[in-house]
């Protein structure tokens, strides 16, 4: 290992020398917390302004009802005129939402029938749903008042239409509350592991074969596993420090930023759960190092290995976009996939949730053995004559 170790410090310092990739690498621990920072800050103006800013609803037939237009009113709803076309209106996004009042409003309340009404929206755009939601409660709200006027005129009480008090009992935490928006992390994170190393792996395989440094360093008088033990342990090294410095400024956004005045609650990482995040990682920086090293291995130049490397962090990050939108419990066969159980468990992780050591140990094992298993195929690589030329 003596030898090996010369190597990887080899590597390191000639990386070191290369500061155009190490401030690329610096630069690139800041993108995961920076892109979080402003979704935190996007969605927290965007919820604010259209929950708090005058809500002008267009309003078709609103002589039809004048007791709901003057209910909008009183509830902080400005009725405007409707738009020529209303559907089209709302289908290119000029208005969130229109209402539509039947011509027989009036009469059918006096029947004691439903009354027709009609709101004309596009449920594809995202940005309108908290408008939309404003005006379906509020008309919720005018139907409840409505029925409660209707049981008192005939001497009932309208409590008799409740039969159940449901009493909720809210247990989320602020990091739970905010779970969606944290579940982006480890995507985040899954992007440093595979892409903090990727240069210096090019760099020593495909990028030494092109400046034909890689046959003098093969004709050494060391064993090819060690030369590969020290190319794959100076890109754990530099992932490593990517993986530390995205945490870091994770902990230093959610620490030091005033989350709270943007999205309403103040969310926070310890040093502990930082901590813990890092040790689950490792396995990852080994397994991402392994694959990196092969496919330097198997490229012909160093213009085909970035290419390939820089696809391949989509392919692990996939399940952590998977994640932010859809909730998955954790199960113990899902350990078994590499990057999928680490990524469960750090959501786990931060949403303060107890996690099950068994699952760290499977998940944490079996992606070090994969890895194992590549770095014996990688050095099986470089024992060919053909690593000096490519495949």
Same mark, same amino acid.
């Given at each position: 290992?003596?030898?090996? #170790?010369?190597?990887?410090?080899?590597?390191?310092?000639?990386?070191?020398?290369?500061? !155009?990739?190490?401030?690329?690498?610096?630069?690139?621990?800041?993108?995961?917390?920076?892109?979080?920072?402003?979704?935190?800050?996007?969605?927290? !103006?965007?919820?604010?302004?259209?929950?708090?800013?005058?809500?002008?609803? *267009?309003?078709?037939?609103?002589?039809?009802?004048?007791? +709901?237009?003057?209910?909008?009113?009183?509830?902080?709803?400005?009725?405007?005129? *409707?738009?020529?076309?209303?559907?089209?209106?709302?289908?290119? @996004?000029?208005?969130?939402?229109?209402?539509?009042?039947?011509?027989?409003? @009036?009469?059918?309340?006096?029947?004691?029938?439903? /009354?027709?009404?009609?709101? $004309?929206?596009?449920?594809?755009?995202?940005?309108?749903?908290?408008?939309?939601?404003?005006?379906?409660?509020?008309?919720?709200?005018?139907?409840?008042?409505?029925?409660?006027?209707?049981?008192? /005129?005939?001497?009932?009480? *309208?409590?008799?239409?409740? *039969?159940?008090?449901?009493?909720?009992?809210?247990? /989320?935490?602020?990091?739970?509350?905010?779970?969606?928006?944290?579940?982006?992390?480890? &995507?985040?994170?899954?992007?440093?592991?595979?892409?903090?190393?990727?240069?210096?792996?090019?760099?020593?395989?495909?990028?030494?074969?092109?400046?034909?440094?890689?046959?003098?360093?093969?004709?050494?008088?060391?064993?090819?596993?060690?030369?590969?033990?020290?190319?794959?342990?100076?890109? $754990? /090294?530099?992932?490593?420090?990517?993986?530390?410095?995205?945490?870091?400024?994770? #902990?230093?956004?959610?620490?030091?930023?005033?989350?709270? @005045?943007?999205?309403?609650?103040?969310?926070?990482?310890?040093?502990? =759960?930082?901590?813990?995040? %890092?040790?689950?990682?490792?396995?990852?920086?080994?397994?991402?190092? =392994?694959?990196?090293?092969?496919?330097?291995? %198997?490229?012909?130049? &160093?213009?085909?290995?970035?290419?390939?490397?820089?696809?391949?962090?989509?392919?692990?990050?996939?399940?952590?976009?998977?994640?932010?939108?859809?909730?998955?419990?954790?199960?113990? #066969?899902?350990?078994?996939?590499?990057? %999928?159980?680490?990524? +469960?468990?750090?959501?786990?992780?931060?949403?303060?949730?107890?996690?099950?050591?068994?699952?760290?140990?499977?998940?944490?094992?079996?992606?070090?053995?994969?890895?194992? +298993?590549?770095? #014996?195929?990688?050095?099986?690589?470089?024992?060919?004559? !053909?690593?000096?030329?490519?495949?």
């Amino acid at each position: 290992m003596e030898k090996a #170790w010369i190597v990887l410090q080899k590597e390191v310092l000639d990386n070191l020398r290369d500061r !155009r990739a190490i401030t690329s690498t610096l630069l690139g621990t800041l993108l995961g917390p920076g892109l979080m920072l402003l979704l935190f800050f996007v969605i927290g !103006r965007t919820v604010e302004e259209q929950t708090e800013r005058l809500l002008e609803l *267009p309003v078709i037939g609103a002589e039809h009802a004048p007791g +709901l237009v003057a209910f909008l009113e009183q509830n902080g709803v400005g009725v405007v005129q *409707p738009p020529p076309n209303p559907e089209e209106a709302v289908r290119v @996004g000029d208005l969130d939402v229109v209402l539509a009042i039947d011509s027989g409003f @009036g009469e059918s309340l006096e029947q004691g029938v439903p /009354a027709q009404v009609q709101l $004309i929206v596009d449920d594809s755009r995202q940005s309108s749903s908290v408008v939309v939601n404003r005006v379906e409660n509020l008309l919720r709200d005018y139907s409840g008042t409505i029925v409660a006027l209707r049981l008192v /005129a005939r001497g009932i009480s *309208p409590v008799i239409l409740s *039969p159940l008090a449901v009493e909720t009992v809210d247990v /989320a935490t602020p990091q739970s509350e905010t779970a969606e928006l944290l579940s982006m992390m480890p &995507y985040f994170l899954i992007f440093s592991v595979f892409l903090g190393g990727m240069h210096l792996a090019i760099d020593t395989t495909a990028g030494e074969r092109e400046r034909g440094s890689l046959e003098p360093l093969l004709i050494n008088p060391l064993t090819r596993r060690d030369l590969v033990l020290g190319k794959l342990g100076a890109t $754990i /090294a530099f992932t490593l420090v990517s993986v530390v410095g995205t945490l870091v400024a994770f #902990w230093i956004m959610l620490a030091v930023v005033p989350l709270e @005045g943007i999205i309403g609650t103040q969310v926070s990482l310890e040093l502990g =759960s930082i901590a813990r995040i %890092f040790l689950i990682t490792l396995p990852m920086v080994l397994l991402a190092a =392994s694959i990196q090293t092969i496919i330097a291995a %198997f490229s012909r130049n &160093y213009k085909e290995a970035q290419s390939y490397l820089s696809f391949l962090p989509l392919v692990p990050a996939l399940p952590g976009m998977f994640l932010a939108f859809v909730p998955v419990r954790a199960s113990l #066969w899902m350990m078994l996939i590499p990057t %999928f159980g680490q990524q +469960l468990i750090i959501n786990q992780i931060m949403r303060q949730e107890p996690v099950l050591p068994l699952n760290i140990v499977v998940s944490s094992l079996f992606t070090v053995l994969i890895a194992i +298993l590549l770095i #014996w195929v990688a050095v099986s690589l470089y024992r060919r004559e !053909r690593i000096l030329f490519g495949r």
